[in-house]
């Protein structure tokens, strides 16, 4: 046979197999659920109008609907995943229905309520609209917590999409609050504990919001309570658990913080106490890089006492914060000065209300790491 004619043979036996091949698979084409959404579906809209509950926002890429051209007619959602996948979905022309008329009904509503009222704030805690597709941890008047994507909105009531719960419907009057999530933190799971106003003793520059507060116990014997006065001020006072003992101690730590920009913060303050008559403190000055989980610190102090009118050598602080779980953060704190240095190493445990911190403390005069600050730490007002 000569190689021409098997060549022929050859396209044409390869020909035969494409033309069965493609007869099998029969003609598709796109349908339009509604002109709102246009012929493909992306993870926004999927948020904004409630559609596909079935998947889980984190996963969901896009969708379309596609009609076989056969004599069934059938539908079918087409739908990519984030992790390459495509998934197949019979749809009866009920639920195709059942969704156009969702869809059109959701779009009324946004139109006549473009921007609902709510309890919305973002970490710095500045209110903001709504944001349809983002990840929001959610307070309930109940004190119940979770985290979840916003899939919808209407006037009375709002849709979240949980890993753990599936859909949460919330009524606005129960809630509390929603704090918006940055995308590293919707990623990890959880939002930031606090305001990372503190390593152990020692201030960062980041200050308490209006209205954020806590009481903490420090090794049993001292009690100390400290408030945002305005998301730039704040005031705190610390005092022997049982007042009158010890030459009636008590300490203020007044503190002034500014935001130069979103991960860098200044600030100033003093911590002023009294005991058996006499008075001192330091005066400081404070920087702080980093969020409220992660940071790093440096800031110089210099003490002073009552009658005293001499200069002081000044005192270097050095240290940071690294949150390392959802409840567990590495702190540490230096005190450096001509005559050495001293210093905290240690961690917290964290919840939404409570916490503990355990540190021990070296330096050149200590000899060794001991335990030497133990805390217990409440929350109060505002803490999201």
């Known amino acids: 046979m000569s190689l021409f004619l098997r060549t022929f043979l050859c396209s044409?036996?390869?020909?035969?197999?494409?033309?069965?091949?493609?007869?099998?698979?029969?003609?598709?084409?796109?349908?339009?659920?509604?002109?709102?959404?246009?012929?493909?579906?992306?993870?926004?809209?999927?948020?904004?109008?409630?559609?596909?509950?079935?998947?889980?926002?984190?996963?969901?890429?896009?969708?379309?609907?596609?009609?076989?051209?056969?004599?069934?007619?059938?539908?079918?959602?087409?739908?990519?995943?984030?992790?390459?996948?495509?998934?197949?979905?019979?749809?009866?022309?009920?639920?195709f229905q059942a969704a156009h008329d969702l869809i059109e009904r959701r779009q009324r509503e946004l139109d006549a309520n473009p921007q609902p009222a709510a309890g919305v704030f973002t970490p710095a805690g500045q209110a903001t609209p709504e944001q349809l597709g983002s990840t929001y941890s959610v307070e309930l008047r109940s004190g119940n917590t979770f985290i979840g994507v916003l899939q919808t909105v209407s006037i009375e009531e709002l849709e979240f999409a949980t890993k753990d719960l599936g859909v949460v419907r919330v009524q606005r009057t129960n809630l509390k609050r929603m704090v918006l999530l940055t995308s590293e933190q919707a990623a990890k799971g959880y939002g930031d504990v606090g305001n990372g106003t503190r390593l152990f003793f020692a201030p960062t520059a980041r200050n308490l919001r209006r209205g954020e507060g806590y009481l903490q116990d420090i090794d049993i014997y001292l009690i100390g309570v400290n408030y945002g006065v305005t998301d730039n001020i704040s005031v705190g006072a610390l005092v022997p658990i049982i007042p009158g003992?010890?030459?009636?101690?008590?300490?203020?730590?007044?503190?002034?913080?500014?935001?130069?920009?979103?991960?860098?913060?200044?600030?100033?303050?003093?911590?002023?106490?009294?005991?058996?008559?006499?008075?001192?403190?330091?005066?400081?000055?404070?920087?702080?890089?980093?969020?409220?989980?992660?940071?790093?610190?440096?800031?110089?102090?210099?003490?002073?006492?009552?009658?005293?009118?001499?200069?002081?050598?000044?005192i270097l602080l050095l240290g940071g914060a690294k949150r390392l779980s959802r409840s567990f953060s590495f702190l540490t704190e230096t005190y450096i000065a001509s005559g050495g240095f001293l210093g905290l190493i240690g961690g917290r445990l964290q919840g939404d209300r409570y916490g503990g911190s355990l540190g021990f403390i070296y330096g050149t005069e200590v000899g060794g790491i001991y335990p030497a600050y133990l805390e217990m730490t409440y929350r109060f007002g505002k803490h999201k």
């Open 245 to 314: 003992i010890g030459g009636n101690v008590f300490a203020i730590t007044p503190k002034v913080s500014v935001a130069i920009t979103e991960k860098f913060h200044v600030g100033g303050g003093a911590l002023y106490a009294r005991a058996f008559g006499y008075g001192g403190g330091v005066a400081y000055g404070v920087g702080t890089y980093g969020s409220a989980d992660d940071n790093v610190t440096a800031g110089l102090g210099y003490g002073f006492a009552d009658g005293f009118e001499g200069s002081t050598s000044p």
């Open 12 to 95: 044409l036996a390869l020909a035969s197999f494409s033309k069965s091949a493609f007869a099998q698979t029969p003609a598709e084409r796109v349908l339009v659920v509604s002109p709102v959404v246009g012929e493909v579906i992306d993870g926004a809209e999927k948020a904004r109008f409630g559609l596909f509950p079935y998947y889980m926002a984190d996963d969901f890429q896009e969708a379309r609907f596609v009609r076989v051209l056969a004599p069934d007619s059938s539908i079918t959602l087409r739908t990519r995943l984030r992790d390459g996948r495509l998934v197949a979905r019979p749809f009866t022309a009920a639920e």
